[in-house]
C-alpha cells in the first residue's frame, strides 16, 4: 500500500507542475502596477485644493484582435473586480463617471485636474461590436447606481444625447477601438447629491482601501464640509509601450476638495494634514509603486511661509515659459515614526494679504434671461483674453424637453455688437417626454473679446404627476461643455499629457493642452398648478360623501318601532335612585307573595305583568307551586290557555304613579 501511495503521488507531480506553470504563466503575462499620488495647492485667494488620484494600469489584451475574441476579463488582482465584472458584461471601451458638489470658480482658480459638472456625470464610449448601444447603455447605468449607491438609474431617453463633435475617446481611437459617434453616450443628473454614500462605494475599489495609504486621509466629514469636492472613475485604453503595438486598460480615480481655511481661522491661510483631513499619513500603500506627495510652493516666491517637515526633494517644472516650484514628498523614502506620521504643516511668516487672482486666457459664464412663467432664454458669456490670437471652441448645450428651445432665435455675437457666424451647426431637435434637446455649435472668438450665445425658449406645462415633491423648488438644466485646446498651459493646476498619472503632466511639457469647461447649472421655473387646491377638493368631496351617504344609510337601514314612553322613561328621581343603588332591595317575603295581590309599593308595580292581573289566582293558588307534580295533567287545554293569556293581557291598565306615591316610596327606601 505505501509502494502504491509512492507511485500515485509520482504519477500525481507533473499534474500539479503542470497546473502551477499554467497558473504561473496566466499570472506573468497579465502584470498590473498601482499608484497613488496627492497634490495640493495653495490659491492666492486663500483656498487649498487637494487632487487625489490612484492609477491603476493593467497590461490585459482586453480589446482582442480583430475577428477574434474580445474582452475578457479574468484572474484580477489590483484591477476591482466588481468593476471590471460590470464593463464586461456591457462592453465598455472607455468611461468617465463624476459625481461632484459645488461649482469650480474658473475666473478665481483656473483650470482643474479634471472638469467635472455640479451633479452627475456620465459618458461612455462602447466596442464596436455592440449591437444595440441604448438597451447596453441603461443596462450598465442601472449597475453603476448599485455599485455607487448614486440616481444614475433615474438617466433615460429624457437626459441622454449622442454629441458628434464634443467628448471625443480620450484613450486609443481607431482600428479594434470604437469611434463612431453612435456608439456614444452622455448624460447628466444636475441635481443628483453627492454624500459619504458615494465615498464608501467608491474607496472599496482601492487595491488598499482606506485602511493605509494616501486613502488613508479621507475622512467623509471633513471632505465634504469643503467649497468644492468631487470624485470620479475614468476608464480607458492606452498604449503599452512606446510604438503602441498593445494595449492596456487604465484605471483612474480622483478626487478633489476646495476647502478655504481663511473662513475657519481668522484670515489666516495657514493648514496642515492633520488640520485639513483630521489625520496624518502612516506610511504608503504596499501595493503602490509610486506613493507621492507634491506640494506647490511657488507663491512663496512672493509670500514666506515655512513647510514642515522638509520634503524629499524640490523640483522646478516648466511650460513654455510658465515656471513652477514642487515639493515632493515621497513616501517610500520618508522617515515615518512609530509615534507620529507624516503632517504637512504650512505656516506664513506674516500676515498674509490676498489678493484676486487675475482670470484665465479663455473662461466661460451662463444664466437665465427673461422674466414671466411662459417664455424665457439662456445667455452664455464666452471670455477669450488673449491680447493677439483667436481661439476655436466647441460649444454644446444640453436642454431638456420641458424648455423648448427655439433655433431661429439663436443669436452669436460679441458685447461690441459684431455678429459671430457659426463654422458648424449641428441641432438636435427635442421631443416632449421622449428626447431633450441637444445644440452643438464650432465658433471661433476674436480675440480680448467677449462673445455672447442666447436663444430663447418656452415653458412647457406639465401633468401634475410630473411635479416632484418640492415643485416650486424649480427645474435644473445642465451644464454646458466648452471644449478646445490651448496652446499654453499657464492657468493649468496640471496640464493634461498623455501620460498616467499626475507625474505626467507635471514633468513634461507639450504644445497643446486639451480643455474642457463646464458651466454653472440653471434653476427654472415651470408653471406650477396650487397643489393645495386638490387637498382642499378631496377634503371637501369626502366630507359631502360622508353626510349624503351616512343619511342615506340610515334611512334605510333603521327600523321604526313604537314605543311607550311612559314605561320607557320612569321619571328622574327613579334614574338618579337606580344610578345611584338606592332601587328597593326586594325581600324573600315579596318573592312568595301571592300574584292575585297587587304591591302596595308602586315601584313594584312593573316586576310582572302577572301582578297586574285583576285576578290571576284563577289559574294557581302559588306560582311557586304551579308546575310542583309535572305528571300532573293540566284542566283547560293549550288553547284555552292561550285564550285567557290575551284576555288577561287586553285587560291590563297601565297607571302611572302619582307624584305623592313616588315621594312615599322615597321615603320608606330611606
Known amino acids: 500500500m505505501a509502494a502504491l501511495g509512492v507511485m500515485n503521488g509520482n504519477a500525481l507531480f507533473p499534474v500539479f507542475l503542470c497546473l502551477f506553470c499554467c497558473v504561473f504563466h496566466t499570472g506573468a503575462s497579465t502584470t498590473d502596477e498601482y499608484s497613488e499620488e496627492l497634490l495640493i495647492v495653495p490659491f492666492r485667494s486663500g483656498q487649498v485644493y487637494s487632487h487625489f488620484e490612484f492609477t491603476t494600469s493593467w497590461d490585459v489584451d482586453f480589446a482582442g484582435s480583430e475577428g477574434g475574441p474580445r474582452y475578457k476579463l479574468h484572474h484580477f488582482r489590483l484591477f476591482p473586480r466588481a468593476l471590471g465584472q460590470v464593463l464586461t458584461e456591457y462592453r465598455v471601451q472607455e468611461m ?12 478665481k482658480w483656473g483650470y482643474p485636474v479634471v472638469s ?5 456625470e456620465l459618458w461612455v464610449w462602447f466596442q464596436q461590436e455592440v449591437a444595440d448601444v441604448d438597451q447596453a447603455w441603461f443596462g450598465l447605468t442601472n449597475a453603476l447606481s448599485g455599485l455607487f449607491c448614486a440616481s444614475l438609474n433615474f438617466i433615460d431617453s429624457t437626459s441622454t444625447v ?6 471625443r475617446p480620450q484613450g486609443l481611437a481607431g482600428g479594434v477601438f470604437s469611434t463612431k459617434p453612435s456608439h456614444l453616450r452622455y448624460a447628466t443628473l444636475p441635481r443628483e447629491n453627492v454624500c459619504t454614500e458615494n465615498l464608501t462605494p467608491w474607496k472599496k475599489l482601492l487595491p488598499c482601501s482606506t485602511r493605509t495609504g494616501l486613502a488613508a486621509l479621507f475622512h467623509a466629514g471633513q471632505l465634504y464640509n469643503t467649497q468644492y469636492s468631487s470624485l470620479g472613475v475614468h476608464l480607458r485604453p492606452v498604449c503599452r509601450n ?9 484605471l483612474r480615480q480622483v478626487l478633489s476638495t ?5 473662513s475657519v481661522l481668522n484670515g489666516k491661510q495657514d493648514w496642515s494634514m492633520k488640520r485639513y483631513f483630521s489625520r496624518s499619513l502612516s506610511g504608503p500603500c504596499p501595493l503602490a509603486v509610486t506613493s507621492r506627495v507634491y506640494v506647490d510652493v511657488t507663491v512663496n516666491q512672493t509670500s514666506s511661509f515655512t513647510l514642515k517637515p522638509e520634503p524629499t526633494q524640490v523640483k522646478m517644472t516648466n511650460y513654455q515659459g510658465y515656471s513652477r516650484q514642487l515639493a515632493v514628498y515621497d513616501l517610500w ?3 515615518f515614526h512609530k509615534e507620529h506620521g507624516l503632517n504637512v504643516d504650512m505656516k506664513w511668516k506674516k500676515e498674509v494679504s490676498y489678493s484676486q487672482p487675475s482670470p484665465p486666457r479663455l473662461y466661460v459664464h451662463r444664466f437665465v434671461t427673461g422674466y414671466g412663467q411662459d417664455h424665457g432664454g439662456i445667455m452664455s458669456l464666452l471670455y477669450n483674453r488673449h491680447p493677439y490670437m483667436e481661439q476655436q471652441v466647441i460649444y454644446m448645450e444640453l436642454i431638456p424637453w420641458f424648455t423648448r428651445m427655439y433655433l431661429h432665435t439663436l443669436k452669436v455675437e460679441t458685447t461690441e455688437g459684431n455678429v459671430v457666424q457659426p463654422l458648424l451647426t449641428r441641432y438636435q431637435p427635442g421631443s416632449d417626454r421622449q428626447s431633450p434637446y441637444l445644440l ?3 465658433l471661433t472668438l476674436p480675440p480680448d473679446s467677449t462673445t455672447r450665445v442666447s436663444f430663447s425658449f418656452q415653458r412647457a406645462f406639465l401633468k401634475w404627476t410630473e411635479y416632484p415633491p418640492d415643485a416650486n423648488h424649480g427645474f435644473y438644466i445642465s451644464s454646458a461643455v466648452l471644449t478646445t485646446i490651448l496652446r499654453q498651459a499657464d492657468n493649468f493646476t496640471v496640464p493634461p499629457a498623455l501620460g498616467s498619472g499626475l507625474q505626467a503632466g507635471l514633468f513634461q511639457s507639450s504644445t497643446e493642452y486639451p480643455l474642457r469647461l463646464h458651466t454653472e447649472t440653471l434653476l427654472i421655473s415651470l408653471p406650477t398648478p396650487d397643489f393645495s387646491m386638490p387637498y ?4 371637501l368631496t369626502c366630507t359631502v360623501i360622508a353626510i349624503a351617504f351616512g343619511s342615506l344609510h340610515n334611512l334605510t337601514t333603521r327600523r321604526f318601532q313604537y314605543t311607550d314612553l311612559k314605561k320607557a322613561n320612569p321619571g328622574w328621581r327613579a334614574r338618579l335612585a337606580q344610578l345611584f343603588g338606592r332601587g328597593k332591595q326586594t325581600s324573600p317575603e315579596d318573592k312568595n307573595q301571592d300574584p292575585g295581590e297587587e304591591s302596595e309599593d308602586p315601584g313594584e308595580e312593573n316586576e310582572d305583568p302577572g301582578e297586574e292581573s285583576e285576578d290571576p289566582g284563577e289559574e294557581s293558588e302559588d306560582p311557586g307551586k304551579e308546575n310542583d307534580d309535572p305528571g300532573e295533567e293540566s284542566e283547560t287545554s293549550d288553547d284555552e290557555g292561550t285564550d285567557n293569556i290575551r284576555e288577561r293581557r287586553k285587560n291590563i291598565k297601565t297607571e302611572s304613579p302619582s307624584r305623592e306615591d313616588i315621594l312615599k316610596s322615597d321615603k320608606k327606601d330611606r
Do not use: K, R, Y
Open 162 to 167: 449622442t454629441p458628434h463633435l464634443s467628448f
Open 536 to 539: 382642499n377638493v378631496i377634503c
Open 440 to 442: 452643438e455649435l464650432v
Open 333 to 335: 523614502a520618508f522617515p
Open 258 to 262: 476646495v476647502a478655504d481655511p481663511p
Open 116 to 120: 467635472a459638472a455640479p451633479g452627475a
Open 96 to 107: 468617465h463617471l463624476t459625481l461632484t458638489q459645488g461649482m469650480w470658480q474658473q475666473d
Open 242 to 250: 512606446d510604438s503602441c503595438s498593445d494595449a492596456s486598460l487604465e
